[in-house]
């Protein structure tokens, strides 16, 4: 199994990013697909996760109304926009799979390698 997250960068405060995931060597079409991020110092945490079909998403309270998680199974990508990022968004942020629905990293089995977003002020 390959996840190979992407699109990082550097942007301003208020600004947007997408990120993308591109899933290889599982059934994409039915796995749970989630972001976590990691900010320097700190414990990685969950931030959005998507359900097999795209029709149940949960986000964590602090992205909620600036990010969107959405998938396209054809392409076997997950996608995360970010918009409204504040200097606290600033982070590596990683992929993952899960088989189920969950918030919890322990429940996930498959990491990409993660893609760093800075956000500045």
């Known amino acids: 199994v390959q996840l190979q997250a992407s699109g990082g960068g550097l942007v301003q405060a208020g600004g947007s990013l997408r990120l993308s995931c591109a899933a290889s060597?599982?059934?994409?079409?039915?796995?749970?697909m989630g972001w976590f991020r990691q900010a320097p110092g700190k414990e990685r945490e969950f931030v959005a996760r998507i359900s097999w079909s795209g029709g149940s998403t949960y986000y964590a309270g602090s992205v909620k109304g600036r990010f969107t998680i959405s998938r396209d199974n054809a392409k076997r990508t997950v996608y995360l926009q970010m918009s409204s990022l504040r200097p606290g968004d600033t982070a590596v942020y990683y992929c993952?799979?899960?088989?189920?629905?969950?918030?919890?990293?322990?429940?996930?089995?498959?990491w990409g390698q993660g893609t760093l977003v800075t956000v500045s002020s």
């Open positions: 993952a799979t899960s088989p189920s629905p969950s918030r919890s990293l322990g429940a996930y089995d498959y």
């Open positions: 060597g599982l059934t994409f079409s039915i796995s749970t």
